[in-house]
């Protein structure tokens, strides 16, 4: 069995890193020693893998099937070992994680040291960008999201409720007026995200009254740093959670707007994380730490 596990790690370690090179780096191994084992996988199972090329492995649709199981199989191991050493294991290991720019660059970024000076044994391949991820296929640890959550396998632990701020700069209200009820927006330049369903229609709620407006305006784009410096150069209006425009606002760049009308649903910080997963220690202490660092929500009180 332990041939076989294994097997299914150089295996997975292969099809990830993308070449038997860069597993073999991975795994202290020579590429000739990883391209053996996979041969030697595929005699005993009887079926090809992997489609070799020059530049990349191809799987085929068996190749497919096993990695998918291969990774079931892996995880739970790592878990039954992790649970029953953790209590004598300092935490150690890699770590795959999903982050959306603005949250990564202007925050993570300046937090991450502390953990790392913590648990100097972990390290990090951080995936940063606004596209949709599938932790499992993509074989990501732990991911960050906003907003509501779909119907999933998935863990979901809630760091924080964010505030959704309309937002605008001194010089584009000086050019363009300042919005005094919602309706209002239609008429002006909004800026909104691309890549967010529904991201067109802005609802507030005040003294039981709702309101639903189609906003519009000269550009919108899957990423939230672009349309934040946008905001800031006048092009438009904005509309994002705290996290992202408290020091802006600080800083007077930004002007919050309409402040007497909120949303209508919380806005949540979640992170996710395939089950399981938070008994690797590994996992559990950069969960903890991102619950304990970023609950307090420190962007609304940072000078």
């Not at 595929?42 to 649709?61: H, I, K, N, S, Y």
């Not at 649970?83 to 982050?99: D, I, K, M, T, Y």
């Not at 009820?181 to 609802?203: D, M, N, Y």
């Not at 092009?235 to 020091?247: K, P, S, T, Y």
Request: charged share 20%; glycine share 6%.
């Amino acid at each position: 069995m332990e041939n076989v596990a294994g097997e299914m790690a150089v295996f997975r370690r292969a099809i990830e890193r993308g070449s038997f090179a860069a597993a073999a780096e991975d795994l202290s191994l020579s590429p000739s020693a990883v391209s053996k084992l996979i041969t030697r996988l595929e005699t005993r199972l009887g079926v090809r893998l992997v489609m070799r090329t020059t530049r990349r492995l191809a799987l085929t649709a068996e190749g497919e099937l096993f990695l998918d199981r291969s990774r079931k199989i892996l995880d739970a191991i790592e878990a039954a070992e992790a649970e029953v050493a953790s209590g004598s294991r300092r935490p150690q290991g890699h770590l795959r994680v999903h982050l959306f720019p603005t949250f990564a660059v202007d925050h993570l970024a300046a937090a991450l040291p502390n953990f790392l000076a913590r648990h100097p044994r972990i390290t990090f391949e951080f995936v940063v960008t606004n596209r949709e991820i599938h932790p499992v296929d993509d074989n990501i640890d732990i991911a960050l999201q906003v907003g509501s959550l779909g119907k999933s396998s998935l863990v979901a632990r809630k760091i924080a409720n964010l505030t959704q701020i309309v937002c605008a700069s001194p010089a584009y209200l000086a050019r363009h007026g300042r919005p005094v009820h919602p309706s209002e927006l239609a008429q002006h330049a909004c800026l909104t995200l691309s890549h967010i369903p529904g991201s067109q229609t802005w609802q507030f709620v005040a003294s039981g009254q709702t309101v639903r407006v189609e906003v519009s305006g000269p550009a919108a784009a899957d990423s939230a740093h672009m349309l934040f410096k946008l905001a800031i150069a006048g092009a438009g209006i904005v509309r994002f959670g705290d996290i992202i425009v408290a020091q802006a606002i600080r800083d007077g760049l930004l002007v919050p707007l309409l402040e007497d009308w909120q949303e209508r649903e919380s806005f949540p910080l979640w992170v996710l994380h395939q089950a399981g997963r938070q008994r690797t220690p590994r996992v559990k202490a950069f969960l903890d730490f991102l619950t304990e660092y970023f609950g307090q929500s420190p962007w609304q009180s940072r000078s």
